[in-house]
Nanobody
Framework: QLQLVESGGGLVQPGGSLRLSCTAS????????IGWFRQAPGKEREGVSC????????DYAASVKGRFTISRDNAKNTVYLQMNSLKPEDTGIYYC??????????????????WGQGTQVTVSS
């Protein structure tokens, strides 16, 4: 059974950077698109970025485009989210997730059925 574990969160000052990792176990990720989502207190979960199974297609929320970069290393069964120029509004719990196998990269959380436990990102001075 596919399981996802996020890591790399923490406290960072505005303008700083973090790299999140999402590592899968139980199956290979080669057939799965991966999405990154975040949820701030009192707000709905929102899509941040996604990447297709091959890595050839990516998508980003408008709020992070140009600052965040998603990538994947299928040999390591891991997907990364490089976050630069972080802002206080980027604060939240970040989750990675997969839709069923062979689905497309989407930013809607409703498309995803397997989720990690999340990692906290706090951007504050």
């Amino acid at each position: 059974q596919l399981q996802l574990v996020e890591s790399g969160g923490g406290l960072v000052q505005p303008g700083g950077s973090l790299r999140l990792s999402c590592t899968a176990s139980g199956t290979i990720l080669d057939y799965y698109a991966i999405g990154w989502f975040r949820q701030a207190p009192g707000k709905e979960r929102e899509g941040v970025s996604c990447i297709s199974s091959s890595g050839g297609t990516t998508d980003y929320a408008a709020s992070v485009k140009g600052r965040f970069t998603i990538s994947r290393d299928n040999a390591k069964n891991t997907v990364y989210l490089q976050m630069n120029s972080l802002k206080p509004e980027d604060t939240g719990i970040y989750y990675c997730a997969t839709p069923p196998a062979f689905r497309l990269c989407k930013l809607s959380p409703w498309e995803y059925d397997t989720w990690g436990q999340g990692t906290q990102v706090t951007v504050s001075s």
